[in-house]
């Protein structure tokens, strides 16, 4: 079935990069997203990849598609106080109706 | 920015009673989605919605929830008599005709006590 999986927590310090990743299961994803959630928010649409790309960037935020090993990454370059949030990877099935499946969602925690 | 908003923010009801979740998608968005997220868990998918139909359901998604579109405007989520288990926050998201990028309003807290 479809399952995707990410660490709990990322601790970095403000200026590093932080790479936060993420793994699914189902090969046949056409698309993966990653989505941003910050306290007492929604869900913000951060960046997404189609599964025939390998990388994607945008300014400070580059995505890492691996599909051999369906393995997802979200690097954020100069990490700020204000990215501490929580970050979902997503992914769209092939045989489904756009629907997305989640998953637990990175906490990540930037120090000054 | 066009925005989707949800309310109300927070509802509180009592176990049998129902609910009605609203959602205003975004005004173009043709595509209308409801997840949901129990405290401590993952997003969960519970149905999809186009062309005025039920494009999918998941298997949260039973006789007692119904979604309707009763105007242009408006989405709306219907728990018919609410468990302790329904409680959750509740997401609507909207997309625009073959983007693939799902817009999620800032979602309703339902407590049912």
């Known amino acids: 079935g479809e399952d995707v999986e990410q660490s709990l927590f990322l601790s970095v310090r403000e200026g590093d990069s932080s790479v936060i990743n993420c793994t699914y299961t189902?090969?046949?994803?056409?698309?993966l997203y990653w989505y941003k959630q910050e306290p007492g928010a929604g869900l913000q649409l951060l960046t997404y990849?189609?599964?025939?790309?390998d990388m994607k960037q945008d300014q400070r935020l580059t995505v890492l598609l691996n599909k051999k090993d369906k393995h997802l990454s979200l690097r954020i370059a100069d990490t700020q106080t204000g990215d501490s949030a929580i970050y979902f990877c997503a992914e769209i099935p092939m045989d489904s109706s756009y629907k997305l499946i989640f998953g637990s969602g990175t906490r990540l925690l930037v120090r000054p | 920015e066009p925005e989707v908003t949800q309310t109300p923010s927070h509802q509180v009801t009592q176990m049998g009673q129902e609910v009605i979740l609203r959602c205003v998608p975004i005004s173009n968005h043709l595509y209308f989605y409801w997840y949901r997220q129990i405290l401590g868990q993952k997003v969960e998918f519970l149905v999809s919605f186009y062309n005025n139909e039920i494009s999918e359901k998941s298997e949260i998604f039973d006789d007692q929830f119904s979604v309707e579109r009763p105007d242009g405007s408006n989405f709306t989520l219907k728990i018919r008599s609410t468990k302790l288990e329904d409680s959750a926050m509740y997401f609507c998201?909207?997309?625009?005709?073959?983007?693939?990028?799902?817009?999620f309003g800032p979602g309703t807290r339902l407590t049912v006590t």
């Open positions: 998201a909207s997309e625009r005709r073959d983007s693939y990028e799902q817009y």
């Open positions: 990849i189609f599964s025939n790309m």
């Open positions: 189902d090969s046949s994803s056409t698309y």
